[in-house]
Antibody
């Protein structure tokens, strides 16, 4: 059974760096796009970006200058870093894996940016 | 960015009755490889979303066959043949053809 378990700091101050990690259980990295998606009351669902098992990335242009997604196959984890956060980055962040016939999601992490 | 517009915003349904949600994109979702990357997601209250349908009409593993997707170009539909209690929540369409990938605003399905 495939499971994604995510963690990271839930409270940040403006200008800090958001850092979240997602551990993958029961799946290999090939055959999936490994993604980060966030959800806020004001903006709904927003696709942040993705990484393939070969390390190729795609980012939302609105976040591209601040975001980085990386993969550590030895630890079976992938990570999200978002620099210089503001209150507008307050949201629930999800890691997810999308493949043919299947998709898997983390439990979500509420990240609040407040001074 | 491609704008995804869903209707209705809210959909009260009777158990056992059919339901239909529409999704319209501001640009054609046909990709250069010939595929149309239109997905449907369901999010129950307090849970993570999960994808039900990908590439317009392909059900993900474990998705009941009462869910079906159809459409082409810029107009798409998700249908539930007979609504069950576990189908409540918010449904989102999402296009995977143009970057950035974008979601619709959601349709809330509730039982009458």
């Amino acid at each position: 059974q495939v499971q994604l378990q995510q963690w990271g700091a839930g409270l940040l101050k403006p200008s800090e760096t958001l850092s979240l990690t997602c551990a993958v259980y029961g799946a290999s990295f090939s055959g999936y796009y490994w993604s980060w998606i966030r959800q806020s009351p004001g903006k709904g669902l927003e696709y942040i970006g993705e990484i393939t098992h070969r390390g190729s990335t795609n980012y939302n242009p609105s976040l591209k200058s601040r975001v980085a997604i990386s993969l550590d196959t030895s630890k079976k984890q992938f990570s999200l870093k978002l620099r210089s956060v503001t209150a507008a980055d307050t949201a629930v962040y999800y890691c997810a894996a999308f493949g043919e016939l299947r998709n898997h999601w983390g439990q979500g992490t509420l990240v609040t940016v407040s001074s | 960015d491609v704008v995804m517009t869903q209707s209705p915003l809210s959909l009260p349904v009777t158990l056992g009755q059919p339901a239909s949600i529409s999704c319209r994109s501001s640009q054609s979702l046909v990709y250069s490889d010939g595929h149309t990357y239109l997905n449907w997601f369901h999010q129950r209250p307090g849970q993570s979303p999960r994808r039900l349908i990908y590439k317009v009409s392909n059900r993900d593993s474990g998705v009941p066959d009462r869910f079906s997707g159809s459409g082409s170009g810029t107009e798409f539909t998700l249908k539930i043949s007979r609504v069950e209690a576990e189908d409540v929540g918010v449904y989102y369409c999402m296009q995977g053809t143009h970057w950035p990938l974008t979601f619709g605003g959601g349709t809330k399905v509730e039982i009458k």
